[in-house]
């Protein structure tokens, strides 16, 4: 979720899906609260292969580790799940926006993910499911990138004060999902040979 979420903030959401948002917001604010409280009980090996469980210990290392990173993502994710609407006043302070950019800082916490996905994989006794695996995770990747570029593309189009691509192809004001789709088919079309009418129509694009 929070490698598709936190990139589609440069769009406008829709305002029937608020409460799909606001939900989805209290679930992640929870869980990576209850990930910093558990990371106080994951054992780790020490310089001889030994697995240290004191609790103490591993406390210790969390906080001269990650912990930091993760309360810059976690307190300000409280802030404004507390506030709720109240929380656009922080914008005025420019403090909102402060809060959405450490929320970056979290996909740093994904990199994890990689490692997870190999230990599956070498527990899969099957060649044909090994297989399976690695091309799914190959199709993810491509799409994840694609999301990505997707999402630049528009932020690219919609902060520029000159005629871009946005204004000029009348997408400028359309919803969202027809904003989004058009921006992911364009950055579909940049790894493919294919082509569709979206052309830069600035120097920065």
């Known amino acids: 979720y929070d490698l598709l979420s936190i990139p589609m903030q440069v769009f406008q959401t829709p305002v029937e899906w608020e409460e799909a948002v606001i939900m989805m917001r209290w679930i992640l604010t ?6 910093m409280v558990l990371s106080c009980f994951v054992g780790f090996y020490v310089k001889g292969g030994a697995l240290e469980l004191r609790v103490r210990k591993i406390t210790r290392r969390y906080l001269r580790g990650r912990f930091f990173i993760d309360a810059i993502v976690v307190v300000p994710d409280w802030i404004i799940v507390l506030l709720g609407d109240d929380a656009s006043m922080l914008d005025g302070m420019g403090l909102l926006r402060i809060m959405k950019v450490g929320k970056v800082l979290r996909l740093i916490r994904l990199s994890h993910f990689k490692s997870k996905l190999r230990n599956i994989q ?22 994840a990138a694609c999301h990505y570029v997707c999402c630049l593309w528009f932020m690219l189009g919609s902060s520029l ?11 400028e004001k359309a919803g969202f999902l027809y904003q989004y789709t058009t921006s992911l088919h364009w950055a579909i079309t940049q790894f493919t040979p294919g082509s569709m009418s979206v052309q830069p129509h600035n120097v920065p694009e």
């Open 30 to 35: 929870i869980y990576w609260t209850l990930d």
């Open 122 to 143: 070498d527990h899969v006794d099957s060649e044909y499911l090994s297989v399976v695996l690695n091309l799914i995770a190959s199709v993810a990747s491509i799409l």
């Open 161 to 171: 004060s000159e005629p871009t691509w946005l204004s000029v192809e009348g997408i």
